[in-house]
């Protein structure tokens, strides 16, 4: 059947459609740009519902992207288009991976409360669990394998899968079933380690043996679980949703307007897959209810108008149903019907229905939910790509079928559908269930990342495409990110030494309101920054292109960074740094902001380091300037006696002041060089305030006192990289100096063997008056060609023989014609 038109929102007034933004969205319905109009009569609020996460395990950095994409797009439609967004978002708090992953969990759990040690139970179950998994996940093993030569027996058959290659070893590249079989022999090579461990205990054993251990006990035990045992479900669903929010606001992620969860939706829900059905769009079966496609395309409906091209994937199809995949479904009506309510099994959660005990399907939470809050039709609805098919393609024919009594009458359920790439690492996307994911706790905590880093390399892709992380893109974040450092400490910079605010001995604290005058903004510079919003306006209306929106912030940097200071009204400096602030903290850039702040956080020293590190940076610009003139006068510095050091934090950088002090009175005692003052002053910015992690910029170009500025990540990998170039050249050349005084005493030793005996070896019978060999060991004559190679050794060593015994005074030359006998 035909893909339907799509239904525009209705034409705004004049009024209101003066006042909205020319802006076009990707739309997965039309899957073009479509012109955005929201379905307020005021062209003021939008609705949208987001697909949030099913929470049985940590959120990922592949959760990271699409949420945080979303937050993207939710801050620019409200913060820069100034929308008036009601954003509401889900959480799956039961479906058949959680059920299954919170069962496991309690039942492992269980069986280990059982046993103190590891004992022949233990022993037996595992090799049994083993043995189990590898029938189901790896067949190509077999089986019976012991765990010792399990090893070998991977290498063999998934070798060259281990080795980054295709299970086909066809030179395809490797993808999904790849990183499926790769966590298969991860999880089955840990048990056999555990099998073959001496006296381990029961804790070190089940770490590594519960991957097999897990379905096992789940097979053998799950019918003990009632249908009314929700606590073992919700204690394990409550757990991560509390971890995936607060990892959400590490990542500045802003909290749902309005947040749902499945299990409070029950008697909704029922409700809701009970008015398909009397529609005409569902039947039931043993228990089950199923939506019936046909039905509801017979009435002029559409399924699967998000990606039509997976209507009958039945491995999509199967990973939608779940557990109900695996049945005889030569009951459906259609191949593509799929469940909006599931009987439920031994083990599994249970509600009442007309149906009998049973639980949501996978797919009608959503439609119940955003139907209860947003009513019948609603303006975004957002996900993974992922989910476009069967999840929101089921959404959608559902709801519509809930809405419509006839099916001709139906409406469109939702106007804009946005669905954010994946990220993936080499080739495989993230997945909880292939067990290849950074999450995102660990991404940050370790370090690996920053929330502002990873939000910038999001920023730098479009957010409806796939994003594959490389070193490169890395890079690319890593590089837009000191960029734009480096001017807002410059600009800040501007600001100080326009509003001075006094500190110690008249410093400034570099921490200051911004306030710009009202003043004429204008000249080669502010015509840039109109042209710069202009262009990043453009950027915003086409479909949120971020990459562009960086891309032009970059370029006005740049253009900044190429005038000299001193052609820039102040003015204009400080009106470029207050729009970029405005634009870096739309996007979510900044957790800490605090309003009238120029620039983002983390600009600054930390704040006990100012009173010593400010007038210290101020003593040395002066000391420069003194030394560069030739003439360094110390003996009107200022003391410590009013500085505070009373603290550990401030004593670092009080000895770092102090110390600078002292070494100066050395200097001056000593009647020293101008450039032992120069080389001090290097000192104390190189070494000194390089270990405590602060940076001075010295910028004698302009004639403007140095920069303080914290020490960045990029600073430290550029002295590491510069410092390793030059061990690595010091290495080279002390090599080469070894390596001649080898060659000299290699010579001075080939030197002392007279040309007269150098031949006199079993390799020939006789030779002339010279040395020179006549005859070899068989008594043969040397050949003439011979003769005329040996006679070239002889006169090289004659030279060599004669030099040595110059340079080591030996008296006397080597008679003509004479030869040892």
């Known amino acids: 059947m035909a893909q339907p038109p799509w239904q525009a929102p209705p034409e705004p007034s004049e009024l209101v459609r003066a006042r909205l933004p020319k802006l076009l969205v990707y739309n997965s319905l039309t899957r073009s740009k479509t012109p955005f109009v929201p379905r307020d009569r005021e062209g003021k609020k939008i609705d949208w519902y987001a697909c949030g996460p099913t929470v049985y395990d940590?959120?990922?950095?592949?959760?990271?992207?699409?949420?945080?994409?979303?937050?993207?797009?939710?801050?620019?439609?409200?913060?820069?288009?100034?929308?008036d967004v009601n954003f509401v978002m889900n959480i799956t708090d039961v479906d058949d991976k959680i059920i299954l992953a919170a069962r496991q969990q309690h039942l492992l759990s269980l069986w280990l409360e059982q046993h103190a040690a590891v004992d022949r139970d233990v022993l037996d179950t595992t090799h049994a669990a083993y043995k189990a998994y590898l029938e189901k996940t790896l067949p190509m093993i077999p089986a019976v394998t012991p765990p010792e030569s399990l090893p070998a027996g991977i290498e063999q058959i998934y070798g060259h899968v281990l080795a980054g290659k295709s299970i086909k070893n066809d030179g395809s590249p490797p993808g999904d079933d790849e990183?499926?079989?790769?966590?298969?022999?991860?999880?089955?090579?840990?048990?056999?380690?555990?099998?073959?461990?001496?006296?381990?205990?029961?804790?070190?054993?089940?770490?590594?043996?519960?991957?097999?251990?897990?379905?096992?006990?789940?097979?053998?035990?799950?019918?003990?679980?009632?249908?009314?045992?929700?606590?073992?479900?919700?204690?394990?669903?409550?757990?991560?949703?509390?971890?995936?929010?607060?990892?959400?606001?590490?990542?500045?992620?802003q909290y749902p307007d309005t947040l749902t969860r499945v299990t409070e939706y029950g008697p909704q829900i029922v409700n809701y897959v009970k008015q398909i059905q009397d529609n005409g769009f569902a039947y039931e079966h043993e228990g089950s209810v199923y939506y019936d496609t046909h039905a509801w395309e017979s009435t002029g409906g559409v399924y699967a108008r998000l990606a039509p091209w997976n209507r009958n994937d039945k491995e999509l199809q199967q990973d939608g149903e779940g557990s109900l995949s695996t049945k005889n479904t030569g009951f459906k009506r259609s191949g593509a019907d799929f469940a909006v309510w599931k009987a439920s099994k031994a083990g599994e959660p249970s509600w009442k229905s007309p149906w009998g005990e049973g639980r949501p399907g996978w797919h009608i939470e959503c439609s119940a939910m955003a139907s209860d809050v947003l009513g019948k039709q609603f303006d975004i609805h957002s996900g993974g790509i992922d989910l476009a098919f069967p999840h929101h393609d089921n959404e959608l024919a559902q709801s519509e079928a809930y809405w419509s009594k006839s099916g001709k009458d139906s409406q469109q359920w939702v106007n804009y559908f946005l669905h954010m790439g994946h990220l993936s690492i080499t080739g495989s996307k993230m997945s909880k269930s292939l067990k290849n994911f950074i999450t995102i706790r660990d991404a940050i905590g370790n370090g690996s990342w920053t929330p502002r880093g990873l939000r910038i390399v999001f920023l730098l892709g479009a957010w409806r495409d796939g994003l594959e992380v490389t070193r490169e893109v890395v890079k690319a974040g890593r590089a837009w990110e000191d960029k734009v450092d480096n001017f807002f400490i410059k600009i800040r910079d501007v600001q100080a030494r326009q509003h001075p605010a006094p500190g110690i001995n008249g410093a400034t604290n570099g921490v200051h309101k911004l306030d710009i005058q009202e003043v004429a903004i204008s000249g080669p510079m502010a015509k840039e920054l109109e042209l710069t919003k202009k262009q990043f306006h453009e950027a915003m209306c086409d479909s949120f292109d971020t990459p562009t929106g960086l891309r032009v912030i970059s370029d006005l940097i740049t253009l900044y960074n190429t005038q000299k200071a001193v052609d820039i009204p102040e003015a204009v400096a400080l009106e470029l740094g207050k729009w970029v602030t405005e634009i870096v903290v739309m996007f979510g850039l900044d957790a800490e902001y605090k309003s009238g702040q120029l620039g983002w956080s983390g600009?600054?020293?930390?704040?006990?380091?100012?009173?010593?590190?400010?007038?210290?940076?101020?003593?040395?610009?002066?000391?420069?300037?003194?030394?560069?003139?030739?003439?360094?006068n110390v003996s009107d510095l200022s003391t410590l006696e009013d500085k505070d050091t009373t603290y550990d934090s401030n004593q670092p950088y009080a000895n770092a002041y102090a110390d600078f002090q002292r070494k100066l009175h050395?200097?001056?005692?000593?009647?020293?060089?101008?450039?032992?003052?120069?080389?001090?002053?290097?000192?104390?910015?190189?070494?000194?305030?390089?270990?405590?992690?602060?940076?001075?910029?010295?910028?004698?170009a302009e004639h403007l006192p140095a920069l303080i500025r914290p020490l960045s990540q990029s600073l430290r990998e550029e002295r590491s990289t510069r410092d390793a170039a030059a061990l690595t050249k010091a290495a080279a050349k002390e090599k080469a100096r070894q390596d001649a005084e080898a060659a000299d005493k290699k010579k001075a030793e080939l030197g002392k063997i007279d040309p007269l005996r150098m031949f006199r070896t079993l390799e020939y019978s006789a030779w002339d008056a010279e040395g020179l060999p006549t005859h070899d060991a068989e008594g043969m004559e040397v050949a003439k060609s011979r003769s005329k190679k040996l006679r070239k050794d002889w006169e090289r060593q004659k030279k060599a023989h004669e030099s040595w015994k110059i340079e080591s005074g030996v008296v006397g030359e080597i008679p003509a014609g004479k030869g040892a006998s």
Do not use: C
Request: glycine share 4%; hydrophobic share 40%; net charge neutral.
């Open 58 to 83: 940590d959120s990922h950095l592949g959760h990271a992207r699409n949420y945080v994409s979303n937050d993207i797009i939710r801050r620019i439609l409200s913060d820069y288009f100034k929308f």
């Open 179 to 253: 990183a499926k079989i790769k966590m298969h022999l991860k999880t089955v090579s840990q048990a056999g380690e555990a099998l073959v461990l001496t006296e381990p205990t029961i804790e070190e054993f089940s770490l590594k043996a519960s991957g097999v251990l897990l379905p096992h006990i789940d097979a053998l035990q799950k019918h003990t679980i009632t249908g009314k045992d929700y606590d073992i479900f919700t204690k394990l669903t409550k757990k991560y949703e509390d971890r995936f929010f607060h990892d959400m606001k590490s990542l500045n992620v």
């Open 603 to 632: 600009l600054d020293i930390p704040i006990e380091a100012k009173p010593f590190v400010i007038p210290l940076a101020q003593l040395r610009d002066r000391v420069r300037e003194a030394a560069k003139a030739g003439a360094v």
């Open 666 to 700: 050395q200097l001056q005692a000593q009647n020293a060089a101008a450039k032992e003052y120069l080389a001090a002053s290097d000192h104390v910015r190189d070494k000194v305030l390089w270990d405590l992690s602060i940076y001075l910029e010295d910028r004698d």
